[in-house]
């Protein structure tokens, strides 16, 4: 079978060959729309919950076009984060207090797993920071939007009364306090 060379099924992305790093970026912050869009999905029996992850999604798009195109991420959609953020850690201060596991039910996994694909992205955004200004609202929101889908994740497992299991750190103890040293 002989191929049109513009035959566009033959491309999924159309910046692929490029060596800068947005293309890196940009793969990322798809793979983590994706993430959210499938923690979405398991999410059913928490319709406030489902309906935030949905307009995550369209957010982690939102950042993904912010590099190449006009940024779409403003201070506004930092500041609702930010509120989402404190809505949870309302919801599941006492869980929080400790360095936990990220275990917990097929919808607190998920929401570790897209955690994860954030951590990843503002790792890519720092390598196009690189080589081009990158807009402080990006990092600021990419990196709070980890730790938002990390307070998703224990807020739902609290909702399905699982616990979180305490991690304890080999290689980072925790500094003695003055008064333990007396």
Known sequence: ???KKKDMRYLCYPYMRESAATVDFEIRTDSLAVRIGAASA?????????????????????VNGSVR??????E????????????YVGETKEELNQFVLPLGSNEASSLHIARSEAKKSVRALHKVSQERDVPNVLFDYIHLLANVLFVMAVYVNKQLGI????????SYPKKRRESEND
């Open 42 to 62: 398991l999410v059913n029996a928490f319709p406030n919950l489902k309906q935030h992850l949905i307009r995550l999604t369209e957010m982690a798009y939102h």
């Open 76 to 87: 506004r959609d930092l500041e609702e984060l930010s509120l989402l953020y404190d809505q």
């Open 163 to 170: 616990a979180e299991i305490p991690f304890k750190s080999k």
């Open 1 to 3: 079978m002989e191929r």
């Open 69 to 74: 195109g006009n940024l779409a991420v403003t």
